[in-house]
């Protein structure tokens, strides 16, 4: 219920269901948003990777058909270099393998940051009941 607080000239409306949010309780949320941003990055980051991974497993397959004397060009940077046959293999099981410990690493980061606002969500629901929402749009 709003009620109506008259200071000089100015009319202030004040809901009776506000809550004193300390310096403490602001940098929780703060916290918690920083996070949030950061999820949605490591999840962009995870999708690309893995689209990543895609590729190279899909190029491993298909290079199983050239014969051992073609070369085969090999991105790297942005340069194409041409290996033989096992060499350019070995190439993309490094790059798959690489490409594997990355997915792990943001994975890992992602499940540390999650826990963190788990956390934190609890905290805060428990500090402002209905008054604060930190559910994701998803």
């Given amino acids: 219920m709003a009620a109506k607080v008259a ?3 100015t ?15 602001q940098q929780k949320i703060n916290k918690f948003a ?3 941003a950061r999820m949605d990055e490591l999840k962009v980051e995870l999708e690309t990777k893995k689209n990543q991974l895609k590729n190279v497993e899909e190029a491993l397959e298909e290079i199983e058909l050239f014969d051992e004397d073609e070369d085969i ?3 790297f940077g942005e340069v194409f270099l041409s290996h033989k046959l096992s060499r350019t293999q070995e190439l993309l099981k490094e790059v798959k393998e690489k490409t594997r410990r990355e997915i792990s690493n943001i994975e890992t980061q ?8 788990n ?5 805060l629901y428990q500090r402002f009941g209905s008054n604060i929402s930190l559910e994701s749009d998803d």
């Fill in 11 to 25: 009319k202030v409306f004040q809901n009776h269901d506000d809550v004193h949010i300390s310096f403490d309780d």
């Fill in 7 to 9: 200071s000089g000239n």
């Fill in 34 to 36: 920083k996070h949030n």
């Fill in 119 to 123: 956390e934190l969500k609890a905290q």
């Fill in 110 to 117: 992602a499940n540390e940051i999650k826990s963190e606002m």
């Fill in 73 to 75: 060009p090999f991105l």
